[in-house]
T-cell receptor
Framework: KAGVTQTPRYLIKTRGQQVTLSCSPISGHRSVSWYQQTPGQGLQFLFEYFSETQRNKGNFPGRFSGRQFSNSRSEMNVSTLELGDSALYLC???????????FGPGTRLLVL | GQNIDQPTEMTATEGAIVQINCTYQTSGFNGLFWYQQHAGEAPTFLSYNVLDGLEEKGRFSSFLSRSKGYSYLLLKELQMKDSASYLCAVRDTGGFKTIFGAGTRLFVKA
């Protein structure tokens, strides 16, 4: 089975721009979660989707949004980028009941 | 509140045994996970505990005590390639999310 894929792998943006990241889960997985990882904060939960519905959202500003499509692929969007948004963004797919998170390789975002 | 605590760093010698502890306080509990993350890579799943007791998987074992909010990951016969960060994570039933600890960086020396 193919693993979780994320595109793009690397991205450089400037402050004020917006960015869209994409995630394709493992085939058959209907849950997709997004995390932000920085050296100082560790893995921070952004959102979790299941069957196109957002089940939960972490403590991030409204500039961070996401969605899930009928084929379980997911996108997250960050608008009005700030320098502090520079991080590794990880997507993970899972399935009930255990919900083990299987991670993609991540998108490394640098905001200048 | 929700909190997961684990030591920031540990150092151990090749061939030895190391135990990485994790304590948690979460509003709900539906399982505890351990992940390994090498520098520059994504986390990979190591183990899952939902009932009290020890789960063994090769050189790695994980223990859970739900009443104490405590888990540990035991790594035996340490190898240099085990140098990585180890993340403890709890699945929160009520909130539909997985909460991660900050991770323990393990250094294995020759």
């Amino acid at each position: 089975k193919a693993g979780v894929t994320q595109t793009p792998r690397y991205l450089i943006k400037t402050r004020g721009q917006q960015v869209t990241l994409s995630c394709s889960p493992i085939s058959g997985h209907r849950s997709v979660s997004w995390y932000q990882q920085t050296p100082g904060q560790g893995l921070q939960f952004l959102f979790e989707y299941f069957s196109e519905t957002q089940r939960n959202k972490g403590n991030f500003p409204g500039r961070f949004s996401g969605r899930q499509f009928s084929n379980s692929r997911s996108e997250m969007n960050v608008s009005t980028l700030e320098l502090g948004d520079s991080a590794l963004y990880l997507c993970a797919s899972s399935q009930p009941p255990q919900e083990t998170q299987y991670f993609g390789p991540g998108t490394r975002l640098l905001v200048l | 509140g929700q909190n997961i605590d684990q030591p920031t760093e540990m150092t151990a010698t090749e061939g030895a045994i190391v135990q990485i502890n994790c304590t948690y306080q979460t509003s709900g509990f539906n399982g505890l996970f351990w992940y390994q993350q090498h520098a520059g890579e994504a986390p990979t799943f190591l183990s899952y505990n939902v009932l009290d007791g020890l789960e063994e998987k090769g050189r790695f074992s994980s223990f859970l005590s739900r009443s104490k909010g405590y888990s540990y990951l035991l790594l035996k016969e340490l190898q240099m390639k085990d140098s990585a960060s180890y993340l403890c994570a709890v699945r929160d039933t009520g909130g539909f999310k997985t909460i991660f600890g900050a991770g323990t960086r393990l250094f294995v020396k020759a």
